[in-house]
């Protein structure tokens, strides 16, 4: 049964499980929510010890063909684009290699002819002898098309289904292939089937009714926990952050709220890993790295050739697929338009010493291809 079918019946019928984890994001006093705060932290450090793992995005390229009006990389917004060239992913990948990442997520829009499939091959196949994790944030795939890019190196795939709610999905999505809910929806479990081992999901809060979305996610955890029993399941939590195109959230989630969705995740599932990303200001991420987080990016750059400075030489513009040269504004920088602001700006090292002064240990690799072959 595919998992459309459960998210649809979510309002009549609710696992077990679902149904616990409702219970936990209801309105808590301030002792119930540390009570749920001591439990998360225990939880965490049974399953996870008291490491964090650390990553950073390279963004590939930021050409999309659809329209996501949350989003800076939306087609019909006038920014400044480029796409990579391999040499150039290789260069900023030697930035965050020096910086001691040895975990990347690689990030592109959706752009077939920009970011075609033997691109995304090529750039893992490059970086695969220089990071022993890679994993990728890209338009969904068929199961075939994911095949080779598992072969070329990269062992994890993220894709957020964004909203859970079809109507609020339909109506934010409105151009481009992104508008098929189901396949976006269904996109973890062609990933499994082609080999990735770790399986990233979430939703973009600020959409819709928090509440309404951690439901339907605890659902999606609980069936790709059953279907994809060899993977590893992450979580993310992101919550909208300006971006071009000057979209503003419809609904908020407080920093509270968000603290519980934490706890609550980590106590109904113990074994997930929860991502936190650079969207969160410096001193709530501190806050929350001793709660049930089990992943955070760190110094990251949301435009691609962020980090060193690389294809600018090729900056453009695009309307209707056809490329044009750019004409700057004054004052605009001369780098690729990043797909949101971050928070977080601190270098990885700062990072890594604020986690050390929580009593937590930096992970930069956890896993090594060789000793799976
Ligand atoms: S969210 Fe993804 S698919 Fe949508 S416009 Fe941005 S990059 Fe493209």
Redesign the pocket.
Known sequence: MPFAETLDNLALRKSSAVRRFEQLIAPKSDAELESMAQTSRALTLRNFGRTMRLFAPLYLS?E?????R??????DNPILRVTLSVEEVIAEAAYLLDAGFRQILL?????PKFVSGEYLIECVRALAPMFPSIAIEI?PMKTDDYVPIVRAGAEGLVVYQ?TYQRGVYADL?TA?P?RDFDYRLDSPERAYAAGFRRLGIGALLGLWRWQDEAIALAAHVEYLLQRCWQAQITVSLPRLRPAAGGFRPLFSIRDRELAQLICALRIAFPQIGIVLSTRERPALRDALVSLGVTMMSAGSHTEPGGYTRRGLDHLHRTVRGRIIPPEFQDGEDKLATG?FEISDDRPPERIAAALRARGLEPVWKDWEQTLTG
């Open positions: 930021n999309c063909i659809n329209n996501c949350y989003c800076g990389f939306s087609r990030v592109a829009g959706e752009h338009g964004e999505h481009g992104k797909q």
